[in-house]
C-alpha cells in the first residue's frame, strides 16, 4: 500500500519504518528540515532499541522515505497517518492545534480520495471535528480513522510488530477494512483487530491508559503505607499478583511514572470528563498520588539527613523515565534532582543513553558523566532512579569504597533490603523498611 505518515517522533517513526518494512511504499513527512536531512542518512532524533536498524535498511532499499513536502507525499500516498503532537496544555487538556493544522492542511493539498488515520492521543471526538474542519477545504472524498497507538518505549518495535491488539474506529466501513488489510500482517498469530465508532476508539486509548496508570498509584500508596505498618511492599505485590483477577503486570512500587503516555493521558482524561460537566475523582487522584511519589524518594534524602543538604554530593543512576529509552518527559528524575537542588545540593548524573537528553533539561545544573562508577567518588550517597540492567548487579564493594559513606536511596527497588545490610550499606528503597548497616 502507499502510505504517508505526518510527524517522525517515536510513534511516526516507529509506525513508518514498521510500515516500511512489511512491503507497504511509506513517505514520512516532518517540519523540521534539519530532522528530515539526519533520518536520510540513518540517524534518529530518538533512542528506541532496533528503530535506527530498521530505518537504515527500509532507506536503503526504497521502501521509506523521508521529505518535507506535504504535497508531494499526498500525491504519493493513498491513506495518511497523523502522528503530530498533542502536548498538555496548562488545565491538562490535550493541545490540538497541530493536529488541526495538520489536517486542515491535507485538505487543501489532497489530490483525491485519501483515509486519514489519527494516531495522535487525541480527545473523543477529534475525528469528528477534523472531519467537519476538512469538509470546508476540499470538495475530495476522504475517510477519518481512528487507530490509537498502545507502544511502550522501549520496546515500540515489538509493540508494532507483535500487537495485542489493533483499534480501528471509522464511520466507513472500507476504510477500516483497507486499515485492518495494512495491519494483517501484524496480527497473524491470532491479535484482535477491533473495529468499532471513532469515538469509542478514542475512548480506548485513555481508558487503557488511565487503568495503567491507576494500578501504579495504587501500588505506590500501598507500598507508603507499608513503610509506615512495617510491611514488605515486596511480598504484598506478589500476593496481589497471583490472584488471577488482578494478574502480576504494573504492580511495581518506585518512585512514580512518567513519560509521554500516563501522565497527559490521564491529565486529559479527567479534562474530557471536566468538559462534559463530570468530575473524574479517580482520575484526578492517579495523577496527584504520581505528583507526591515523586518526592518520596527527596523526603527520604531529606529526612536521612536532618535536612542538612546544602554542600552534600549525591550520585545519580539513571535519568531516563524508564529504561531503553532516553526519552525525559514527566521523569521523576526531574523532580527529585530539582528537590536536591533546591536544598543546596549537588548532583552528579549518569545514563546510559539519556544523557544528551538530559542536558537539555537540566543544562549545567548538574554535572555528567560517561561511566556510573565514575559519578560516586566522594559521593555522599548512590541515588538510583531507572532500572537500567546494567544497576542490578554492580560491584557493590566498589561501590562502598568510592562514596564518603555506604549509603543508597533506591527508587526502584532493585536491591534486596538484608542483603544490603549485610554488605555494610544503610539502605532506603519503596514501601520497605529502612535497613542500617551492621
Not at 498502545?150 to 477500516?176: H, T
Not at 528537590?339 to 545540593?345: C, N, Q, R, V
Request: net charge positive.
Amino acid at each position: 500500500m502507499k502510505v504517508a505518515v505526518v510527524g517522525t517522533g517515536y510513534v511516526g517513526l516507529v509506525a513508518g519504518a514498521c510500515f516500511a518494512d512489511s512491503g507497504n511504499d511509506v513517505i514520512c513527512v516532518d517540519n523540521d528540515a534539519a530532522k528530515v536531512r539526519a533520518l536520510t542518512t540513518g540517524r534518529i532524533p530518538i533512542y528506541e532499541p532496533g528503530l535506527m536498524e530498521m530505518v537504515t535498511r527500509t532507506l536503503h532499499t526504497g521502501r521509506l522515505a523521508v521529505t518535507t513536502d506535504l504535497r508531494k507525499a499526498l500525491r504519493r500516498s493513498e491513506i495518511v497517518f497523523l502522528a503530530v503532537g498533542t502536548p498538555p496544555k496548562a488545565d491538562g487538556s490535550a493541545d490540538l492545534a497541530g493536529v488541526f493544522a495538520v489536517a486542515e492542511s491535507i485538505a487543501r493539498a489532497m489530490d483525491g480520495h485519501k483515509i486519514i488515520v489519527m494516531k495522535s492521543t487525541v480527545p473523543v471526538g477529534t475525528a469528528d471535528i477534523i472531519r467537519a474542519r476538512m469538509k470546508k477545504l476540499t470538495k475530495h472524498p476522504f475517510d477519518v480513522v481512528s487507530n490509537p497507538e498502545f507502544l511502550k518505549e522501549g520496546a515500540a518495535l515489538d509493540d508494532f510488530l507483535k500487537p495485542e491488539r489493533v483499534i480501528v474506529g471509522a464511520a466507513s466501513a472500507k476504510a477500516a477494512e483497507t486499515i485492518a488489510e495494512l495491519y494483517a500482517p501484524f496480527v497473524r498469530t491470532g491479535a484482535s483487530i477491533l473495529v468499532m465508532d471513532n469515538r469509542s476508539a478514542e475512548m480506548s486509548k485513555y481508558a487503557a491508559n488511565g487503568m495503567l496508570a491507576a494500578r501504579i498509584s495504587f501500588m505506590n500508596e500501598v507500598a507508603n503505607i507499608c513503610e509506615r505498618v512495617g510491611a514488605n511492599v515486596h511480598h504484598v505485590r506478589r500476593a496481589v499478583g497471583l490472584d488471577s483477577r488482578i494478574g502480576p503486570r504494573f504492580l511495581f512500587p518506585g518512585a512514580g511514572y512518567g513519560g509521554s503516555c500516563f501522565p497527559k493521558d490521564v491529565q486529559a482524561l479527567a479534562a474530557i470528563a471536566r468538559a462534559h460537566g463530570y468530575v473524574a475523582r479517580l482520575a484526578e487522584s492517579i495523577e496527584a498520588v504520581n505528583d507526591r511519589q515523586k518526592r518520596v524518594l527527596a523526603d527520604k534524602i531529606r529526612t536521612h539527613y536532618g535536612n542538612a543538604l546544602k554542600g552534600r554530593t549525591f550520585a545519580l543512576w539513571g535519568l531516563a523515565f524508564k529504561p531503553q529509552t532516553d526519552d525525559m518527559r514527566e521523569a521523576p528524575s526531574i523532580v527529585t534532582v530539582n528537590e536536591l537542588l533546591k536544598a543546596g545540593a549537588r548532583i552528579r548524573a549518569y545514563d546510559p543513553v539519556a544523557r544528551a537528553t538530559a542536558r537539555k533539561v537540566f543544562g549545567t545544573k548538574i554535572s555528567y558523566s560517561s561511566s556510573a562508577y565514575n559519578v560516586l567518588k566522594g559521593s555522599d550517597a548512590l541515588v538510583l532512579l531507572t532500572e537500567w540492567n546494567e544497576f542490578r548487579n554492580p560491584d557493590f564493594d566498589r561501590i562502598a569504597a568510592l562514596l564518603k559513606r555506604p549509603v543508597i536511596f533506591d527508587g526502584r527497588n532493585q536491591y534486596v533490603p538484608d542483603e544490603m545490610r549485610a554488605r555494610g550499606f544503610t539502605y532506603y528503597s519503596i514501601g520497605r523498611r529502612p535497613v542500617h548497616a551492621v
